[in-house]
Structure formats: C-alpha cells, structure tokens
C-alpha cells in the first residue's frame, strides 16, 4: 500500500512536470496530456521491462492515463494559476524524482536484484520520464548535463537499500528515501550546485 500511494503520487507529480513542459512550448491539449503520460510512465515501463515484470503497470490500468489525463487538463486549463508557484516545473520533477527513485529500487529488490542494481535501477525509474520528456521537447536530457539530477535519484534508492540491508522497515526508509533525492535536488537548484563539466580545465 505504501509502494502504491508513493507510486501515485510519483506518477501525478511527474505528470504535473510533463504538462507543464508541453504548455511551455506551447502545444495543443492532444500533446499536453501525451507529455504528462510520457513524462509520468516511461521511467516505471524501462523498470518493469528490465525485471521482466511485463506487461508493465503502466499498461495494465487505465489508473495511470487517467493520472496523465488529470494532470494535463490542469496543466492546460490552469497553467496560469500553477506558474505562479516558483519554479513550478522543476520543483514537481523533483517531487516525482524522490518518489520514483524509491519506488524503482524497492521493486528491484522484490524481483531479486542486488542492492548496488537496485539502487541503479531505482535511478533510472526516477530520471527516465525526464529524458523522455527533454527528447520529445528537443531539449538536452537533463541527467547528461551538470545537474545534480541522477545523483540526487542515486542516493534516495540507495538509501532505501541501504535500509533495507539493516532491516529498517519500508515505512520508515521509502519515505526518507525519497525526502533526501528530493530535498538533494532542490538545494542543488536553489544553491545552483553543479559537477564538474568534462573539459573545463583545459
């Protein structure tokens, strides 16, 4: 149950993120809620494929186009009201980064995968439906550029392995997990905290 309202609220807040990018570049309500399901699923459905737990969920309910449905409407009927909060794209992506990253890696753990794949995989649910959205907008994903991005997901899912190594139970770890990818990536912004960019010091 834990799992599923994480999983919910990952989905929206991701959903919110993708609506919100396709208002920005000015689409129609057709791609506005198309970008909210891309942005809201792609990261789960390359999880789901890579355990082998197929079809992935995200095709098997009509729960998550709904989601995307709900999430598009307001992004597109109310994009005025919701660009009034600060930043309002990037703070929903961080939201759904900390909830998919936790999300990922304890569904990694369930199919039997190691704690260091886990947490990988548990990266790669957070910041696929990012780059899925960055490509279908013509952007640079994200995650390859200096953005603390990837890190931020890495050490929410690695968290919750951790915690689940020592025994901590999910209640108490997921949650946490996903405050630390969030809270993590928000700084870095407000912070304007970056790697390295390869070459620099040439």
């Known amino acids: 149950m834990l799992l599923t309202t994480l999983d919910i609220i990952g989905t929206f807040a991701f959903a919110l ?31 789901d494929v890579l355990i082998g737990a197929v079809p992935p969920a995200a095709l098997q309910s009509s729960l998550y186009v ?13 994009s005025g009201r919701i660009i ?10 961080a ?6 990253c936790v999300v990922g890696a304890r569904k990694a753990l369930d199919a039997g995968l190691s704690p260091l794949m886990a947490s990988l995989l548990g990266m790669l649910t957070a910041v696929g439906g ?22 931020a997901a890495l050490g ?7 915690g689940d190594m020592v025994g901590v139970p999910d209640a ?6 996903a405050i630390l990818a969030t809270s993590l990536r928000l700084v870095a912004m407000s912070y304007d905290w970056h790697l390295p960019r390869a070459g620099a010091n040439e």
């Open 156 to 162: 929410g899912a690695a968290l919750l392995t951790l």
């Open 95 to 100: 939201i759904g980064l900390g909830l998919f």
């Open 130 to 151: 990012g780059i899925a959205a960055d490509v279908l907008t013509a952007r640079p994903p994200m995650v390859l550029q200096r953005e603390i991005y990837a890190l």
């Open 84 to 93: 009034r909060l600060a930043r309002p794209v990037a703070v929903f992506d």
């Open 66 to 78: 709904g989601i995307a449905v709900v999430a598009g409407a307001l992004c597109f009927f109310a």
């Open 17 to 47: 993120s993708g609506g919100m990018r396709a208002v920005e570049n000015r689409m129609d309500p057709f791609g506005v809620v198309f970008l909210s399901f891309v942005a809201a699923v792609s990261g789960g459905i390359v999880r």
């Open 172 to 177: 108490v770890i997921a949650p946490l997990g």
